[in-house]
């Protein structure tokens, strides 16, 4: 299984259609609180549609609580502040995905921790959806892991 982690998400139908996602595919969904909105929010619920109850949803209350519990677990900061490219990574079965925030993406000290990818866009360009770039990132994982399913 593959792990998708939202680091304080700020937009619930972003959340919501990463639910859909982790329905559809098996990943596991983390959310590190503070959320920018409350988990039984309207959009959240909208955009999730009924994918809920197929997905369980780990909250976190901190990022220090999230870091305690997967110390060991290989994570890799997604972002548009590094050169290495998320296709150029061998991913592997447990690997995490984290993402940050939409309207200022992963700190720097985050990013520093973890080994840093990003997607290739145009220079100059703004970054891409968050729920658009976690698809993007999460199915070439799971390609090179031939779609395995949990």
């Known amino acids: 299984m593959l792990h998708i982690v939202l680091y304080q998400p700020e937009i619930p139908p972003n959340t919501g259609n990463i639910i859909r996602l982790c ?4 990943a596991q969904l983390h959310l590190i609180h503070p959320l920018g909105f409350t988990p039984d929010d309207k959009k959240l619920r909208r ?3 009924d994918y ?11 990022e220090e609580d999230f870091v305690q519990k997967h110390a060991d677990r290989r994570i890799f900061a997604c972002t548009t502040k590094t050169q290495k490219r998320y296709s ?6 447990e690997d995490m995905l984290l993402f940050g925030p939409e309207t200022r993406g992963l700190p720097s000290h985050l ?4 080994t840093a990818i990003t997607i290739p866009m145009r220079p100059l360009s703004r970054s891409l ?8 990132i999460f199915f070439e994982a799971w390609r090179q892991l031939n779609f395995s399913l949990a």
């Open 129 to 136: 959806n968050l729920s658009n770039a976690v698809a993007i």
């Open 23 to 26: 329905a559809n595919t098996g």
């Open 52 to 62: 809920h109850e197929w997905t369980q949803v780990l909250h976190y209350p901190s």
């Open 111 to 114: 990013r520093e921790a973890y």
């Open 47 to 49: 955009a999730g549609l």
């Open 88 to 93: 150029d990574v061998n991913y592997r079965d």
